[in-house]
Structure formats: structure tokens, C-alpha cells
């Protein structure tokens, strides 16, 4: 059945797996350049999903919004009545470290976050919501597999884009975060909650460290490594 965001009506066209860029142009690019046999699925609010295959795997890839309420309601849906086990979060970051550079990938151990979701929506409590151990090796595994470096490492979920107080220097030193999104904690809180998996890889689009950043057009486009570590990790 159709839900309030998603129009599918057969749950068979939605695979066991979805990758989950932000921008859902980005997961037409990832449908166009590497599924084969792929299907625009859904197209309510413009969140464009599609199904297809990737070396003989079903696979879906659907657009999740920017910020934890929009991924909230796709993944929870997706998980509920579609019957989805893996959501693999595939985003762009700003890196907190120096040593990061652009384009340089992170696979995410977990996601701190100051924000409410997961207390409001389960009762956690919790700071921290932990990646799915199965799917993170899976990622780092696939990444090895395609000699692509990475780096494997808490990173910050934050409820603001532009932030006026504070420094992000405190919440690094604090909580070992290498760098900042604005999905994962609520992904992860939802797949705690209703027992299903998730993991998070990420491509640095500009560092809050030294000033440097990409264009709009190379995240929609680019951060093929990304991609493709995502897409061999799919189960």
C-alpha cells in the first residue's frame, strides 16, 4: 500500500536494500550511471526513487531530504511497510578535521547529535545512536575490495545548517567527531528502534578547518567512490 510519501503500492518493487542520497537528483544519477533495468518508482514531492540492479543485486535508490525529520519519515516508512532490512546513507559532510581533505570518504562507527528526534520519537536518551556493526563492515570490506581509502569514525548529526553560537572545534574535541551532517542520528535511531540495519558513508564536500568547498553541481555528480563502495556493500 501507497503511504502518505511514498506511492508504491507493490512492496516488491522496493529491494531489500535502499541507498539514500540527500538530493534526489543525486539518486538518479546513481540509477542512470550504475543500475541496470531501473525503474522511477516514486516521484510524490519530487523524492525520486528508483529500483533496479547493480551485478545481478536488486537494489533501490531514493532521495531522503536534507535534515533528520525528512529522512525520518522516508526511512521509517521505507522500513515499516515496504519491508526495507538495509538503508545505507550515501551524503556529502563538512570535515571537522584538519587531516580530511575533499572528496575524501568516511565511513561512519556513529553519529552524535544534540538534537530531540530519537528521545521524542522512542524514548532514547542517548547522545550517540550506533551505525548497524553488519552494514558498516560491509561498507568498509567493499571499500577494501576497491582499494578506495576511507576513514572510520563518529561524526556529527546536527539540526543546523548555519550555526551561529558555538564552535564546531568543542564538539569535535568533545565527541570525536570528524565531521558534520545533518541525517545519520535519525536513520540510526530508526533502524535501532524498528530492529533493521543502517550505516551512513560519507564524501567531504568542504571543511569547516580550512575553508575549502565543492560546488553545488559537483555533489549532485560526483563522489563516485562513494557510490560505488555503497552499491558493492548492497546485500
Known sequence: MATPHIEVDDVNLIAKTVLMPGDPLRAKVIADEYLTDAALVNRVRNMLAYTGYYKGKKVTVMGSGMGMPSIGIYSYELYSFYNVENIIRVGSCGAYAPELNLYDVIIAKAAYSESSYALTAFGYSEEIQEASPELTEALCEAAKGLGYPFASAVIHSSDVFYRAAGDFRAIRDR???????????????????????????????????????????ERQSSFRRMMEIALEAAK
Not at 535511531?189 to 560519507?202: D, E, F, G, P, S
Request: aromatic share 6%; proline share 0%; with cysteine.
Open 175 to 217: 565527541h570525536g567527531c570528524v565531521a558534520v551532517e545533518m541525517e545519520s542520528f535519525a536513520l540510526f535511531a530508526n533502524a535501532r528502534y524498528l530492529n533493521k540495519n543502517a550505516a551512513c558513508i560519507l564524501t567531504v564536500s568542504d571543511s569547516l578547518v580550512t575553508k575549502q568547498e565543492t560546488s553545488a553541481a
